[in-house]
Every structure is written in C-alpha cells, then in structure tokens.
C-alpha cells in the first residue's frame, strides 16, 4: 500500500544532504571538540563553522547561540533560565493559552514554585490581543514568552507587534519559533527578540536537535551543569553530526522557503475544493491563508479524532491530532479547548494534515478523496 506522510508538523524526514553531512562526521571527525589533538581541533572546526552558519542565518551573533537537545529543551531552558536570572526583580510571566506543552507545562511547574503565570486569550483566528497584553503587563513581569507560529493551527502571532509593547519594558521576550522557522526567515535583531527557540527536526533535520538563541546581556540561569561547552550555559559534550545537520537543514530551508510556501498553499487549497466536491461537512479551524502554509487543520462535523486518525491510518495516509500526544494515545487539541471551549465538539473532531518535503499534489489529492470517504463513512449511518 501507498503511505502518504502528511504529519511533518509533528516531525520530518531527514533530508538526504543532511544525512550525508552527519554521516560523514560520524564516520570521519568524530573526536571530542574540548580536546587539543587534532582530531578533536577538527570537530571544533566543524562546530565553529555550524555555529557561525546558524547565527548569520537568523541575524545573531555566533556567541548568542546555545546549542540544546531540540525545542522542548530550549523553551525550558528560556523560561526557567530567564525566571531563575531575574528573580530578584519580579515574580510574574505572561504567555498563551495555545502554547506547545513545552512551553506551558514550564510554566505550570514555575506556577508550583511560587510564581504567577497569566495565560492570554486567543480569537476565533488563534490570535492574541494586544491590547489584552499591554493591560497584563506590571512592573513584577519578568518573562513574557509567546510562539511565533502555532503547531495545532498554524496562526502566526504579531511578534514584531508584540516586540514594539515590550521595548519599554524591562520584561525578557521569548518566543518559540520551532514551527515558524520554516516558513519565516527570521531575523533576531529586525524582530527585536530576547530569546528564540528552534528545533532541527521540523525542518528536514535530526532529531534531538535544536538551539536556544539568548541576545548578549540576557540573565539566563543554566540547566545543566558539568563541563565548561556552549559558553557556560549549558554543560556536556555538544552533539556535534546533529548540529552539523542542523546546520545543512537551515541552509536547505533559507533557499525554498517562499517557493515551498506557495505549493503549500497550494495544497491546502486542493484538499478544501476536494472536500467541497465531495459535499462533506468541514470547517478550517483558523485562518487558512495567512497561517503557516505546511498547517491545515479542519473540523469534519459528526466524527471523531480517533476514527478519522485510525481510519486514515488503514488507508495509507498519516496525519495527527495536532496535539502533543503521548506515544499511544491520541490528546483532543488543547489548543482548539482553549479557542471553543470544553463542550466545542471541534476539539473532538478536528485533525492536522501537514506538508513537506516529498509530498506531491497527487499524494494530496489521495489523501483528501480517503479523507472524505472515510468521512461519509463515518457520519451516514
Ligand atoms: N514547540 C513547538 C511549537 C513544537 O511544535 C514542538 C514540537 N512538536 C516543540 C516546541 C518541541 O520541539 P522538540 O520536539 O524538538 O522537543
């Protein structure tokens, strides 16, 4: 049977350039980058040129940047680490209601320790107020930390906006660009941003791969402590072949980002005129035009996240609920709770197609023709 890939929201596979980079330094460079011989003096190279690579490619400075096991580590490390170094001067934090869990359980277990969280509302279109926001900001928020695009829905926030209300503020602004990186170029300095998080492997790179970029003079407290690597901010022998792939991925996702954008588009498109054609009952949950293009998440009315995500499964094509789900078993969107409410049936009956790399148009147009079979399936009893 076909299988068609339609979930590299939730990860992607690995470019092949990629692959042949990472291969090549495990099997060739291997050495340790603290170590003096010249094998280790190698692997430093490598890493240098990496670090040099990723920094210009977001308008950083190569020592702005801090290499972490993906995105779930560098939204912990922005939001404990950016807490914990401005303690001293307040206790509260403002974020999302549609935050990855990432970044809201972070939140959640500082809410434990004592500090006061304010989770801002989003519209019907996922966006945030910020008006909403400027009327939460007080002279105790230390840390305010809203994502850049969203990995249920796909809607994109103002950060430039958001940057422009907080630059009077001593408050330290993080977002989590994990999914945005691949569809916006981003450029730190042009958004005015304390801290970003990144992860490679939503970007047709390795896994368990991702950096924390922290604006020179930013307080972070470490996580980890141990050895002297990543400027004394993060402690450990540094995963050189992933960052090494990292830095390809980026380079491969500077050259197509607005053409890929378009096909994209393009996709979602298809899928709706099919479902349309079909007579099946949908509604795109956000805003389809102006949201990541890679996103598409629809409500099929009078059916259910699991049977629609089984169903599909059977028939060859992989999609998603959206949500952080635990391997085995499949979350209702937390996201789509926070926009509609816990008795909304769209929070049960909503999924995530989402495209990348390999895809093609008739790849889409075999999804959406099972999609709707299934649909009428399941809803004509
Ligand atoms: N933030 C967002 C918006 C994400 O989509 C993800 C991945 N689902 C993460 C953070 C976590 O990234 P990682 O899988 O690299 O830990």
Do not use: W
């Amino acid at each position: 049977m076909e299988r068609i890939y339609l979930d590299h929201a939730a990860t992607s596979p690995v470019h092949p350039k990629v692959a042949e980079e990472m291969s090549s330094f495990m099997t060739n460079t291997y050495g340790n980058p603290s170590s003096i011989h010249s094998f280790g003096r190698e692997s430093r190279r490598l890493l240098d040129d990496a670090r040099a690579f990723i920094a210009k490619s977001i308008g950083a400075k190569p020592n702005e940047l801090i290499f972490t096991s993906g995105g779930t580590e560098a939204d912990n490390l922005a939001i404990i680490g950016a807490v914990m170094g401005n303690k001293h001067k307040g206790n509260h934090i403002i974020t999302t209601k549609i935050e990855h869990h990432a970044v809201l359980h972070t939140c959640q277990y500082l809410e434990q320790e004592g500090f006061h969280v304010t989770y801002l509302d989003v519209n019907e279109k996922g966006l945030i107020s910020l008006e909403q926001l400027s009327a939460e900001l007080t002279d105790q928020t230390i840390l305010v930390t809203i994502m850049y695009g969203n990995n249920e829905i796909g809607s994109i926030q103002p950060i430039h906006e958001i940057a422009k209300i907080l630059a009077d503020h001593p408050a330290v602004f993080h977002t989590d660009a994990v999914q945005a990186i691949g569809a916006v170029q981003i450029d730190v300095q042009e958004m005015n941003v304390d801290l970003l998080s990144m992860s490679a492997h939503k970007i047709n790179g390795p896994k368990g791969t991702g950096f924390l970029y922290a604006k020179q003079g930013i307080r972070l407290s470490p996580l980890s402590f141990g050895g002297e690597q990543e400027l004394k901010r993060r402690a450990g022998t540094e995963n050189v072949p992933g960052i090494i792939g990292m830095q390809k991925a980026l380079e491969l996702a500077d050259l197509g980002r607005e053409e890929k954008a378009e096909v994209y588009q393009d996709y979602k498109r298809t899928m709706l005129s099919i479902f349309n054609e079909e007579g099946i009952g949908y509604e795109v949950n956000g805003e389809m035009e102006s949201a990541l293009p890679h996103v598409l998440n629809v409500y099929f009315k009078g059916t259910n996240v699991e049977q629609l995500l089984v169903n599909l499964d059977l028939s060859g094509v992989a999609a998603s609920s959206g949500s952080a789900c635990t391997a085995g078993s499949i979350d209702p969107s937390h996201v789509l709770l926070a926009m509609f409410g816990k008795e909304s049936e769209r929070t049960k009956a909503s999924i995530r197609f989402s495209f990348g790399l390999g895809n093609t148009i008739e790849e889409i147009e075999k999804a959406a023709n099972e999609t709707a079979r299934i649909v009428k399936r399941l809803t004509t009893r």
